[in-house]
């Protein structure tokens, strides 16, 4: 270690400690801050909670400390809600004080320090932002559009299940397949392209960098950097690789995806009545002066990680629960046959009249949320919240999935039991009219994907049961759902291997 590192080191530690006997001052005298574990200088609650904050370790911690508590990530406030009252207090009576988002030392890399839509703080950049990327993406035109284009996808996908013999015998990672079709569900509207195949070396490309990008970010590998400064060096490798990411992927999006439709645009400027796909809405914004060409690359690495995984994983959780419960399956099965008759691929109008798809799909994500705690909001001033004093930047995480899983306002919510959503919980919707229920969050910051969100999820979970009959692999009776929890991503721990039936018609 050389001089200059060991007194950057020793210095951080003084400024640390000054800081830490400040907060410690803070929470005797004129704040008043949540409940929490006594946090040590330094340190805070690091040593004592460990690195792993996910939805069930929170969830343990709001049954001793309540549901607003407060830990000290080393020089890091990090606040948890996990009541729907306070949820509703932050996301919605105080959306405008709780909206803005933090980042940490990876996100500010992936993001080019919030130049994104996503991880931006709450003001003028969100909103132009949020204006400029509803048009291309997230209205119902876009739905009828492009719906066209995601049965294809789906279809190809029954094909090509079929056309493998191993998927009726040993059973295939489907998972992989279907990965592919919600790269082109994806493509399709942002560049008006497809990936043939699993193999398309660009395809393979693409998604080892947002994998890549995924892991490295959600990771708790690098929370000890984050949380205390003076520990930062030591991260140096680590923040290097998320560097060289980032660089190779926006690079990536701009030679092969950019600069291509913008030469197709020129060469087509005559035929003005061509269907515009996203990215040509979004350089226009750029044309005129609204946002740069960062902010469209941004967008870009946006969508690839907001859309595909979270969907991905929804669907693949989605599958694992059907395979698990059997007789779910069969009764998905049986309203498909009955509704649109054996054998007629279900389209996007058709999920509207299938009541107990819609609830597989609820239950779906009230079990399996994706984003389990939402993606982490912000307040850039001090604000109160549940009578408490928040301190101004700290990081709020809503646990969403203990809203959803709580025994004291579920009927056994362990269950994977989609009739709840027929029954006792009808009147719960996915788009947040009960705060018990936020899988897309609810207000300014909510989801504004679900729009696209449920009706893929739809038809690629109808069509799968309505071709095949899925099953888990021989000599196992049940998948394994262990769960992968990030920094706040939520998947199935091991890819699973699934026999695919074909049914006969
Ligand atoms: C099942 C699939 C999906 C789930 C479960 C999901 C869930 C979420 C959640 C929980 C949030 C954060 C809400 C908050 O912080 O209050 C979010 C934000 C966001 N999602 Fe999704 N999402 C899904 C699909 C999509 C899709 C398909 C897109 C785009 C086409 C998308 C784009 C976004 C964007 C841009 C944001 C950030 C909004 C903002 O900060 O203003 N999501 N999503």
Redesign the pocket.
Known sequence: MDLLLLEKILLSLFFSILLAIFISKLRGKRFKLPPGPLPVPVFGNWLQVGDDLNHRNLTDLAKKFGDIFLLRMGQRNLVVVSSPELAKEV?HTQGVEFGS?TRNVVFDIFTGKGQD????VYGEH?RKM?RI?TVP??TNKVVQQYRYGWEDEIGKVVEDVKRNPEASTSGIVLRKRLQLMMYNN?YR?MFDRRFESEDDPLFVQLKMLNGERSRLAQSFEYNYGDFIPILRPLLRGYLKICKEVKDTRLKLFKDYFLEERKKLASTKRSDNNALKCAIDHILDAQQKGEINEDNVLYIVE??NV???E??L??IEWGIAELVNHPEIQRKLRDELDTVLGPGNPITEPDTHKLPYLQAVIKET?RLR???PL????MNLNDAKLGGYDIPAESKIL?N?WWLANNPAHWKNPEEFRPERFLEEESKVEANGNDFRY?????????????I???P??GITLGRLVQNFELLPPPGQSKLDTSEKGGQFSLHILKHSTIVAKPRVF
Do not use: K
């Open positions: 996301l988002r839509m996503v991880f931006t969100w949020r990327m993406f997230f994806m509207i946006n969508i907001a859309a595909i979270t969907t994983w929804s994500l949320m994706a984003i939402l993606v982490p909001h809503v969403a936020l899988p897309f969050g609810v207000g300014r910051r909510s989801c504004p994907g679900i696209l969100a449920l893929i999820l």
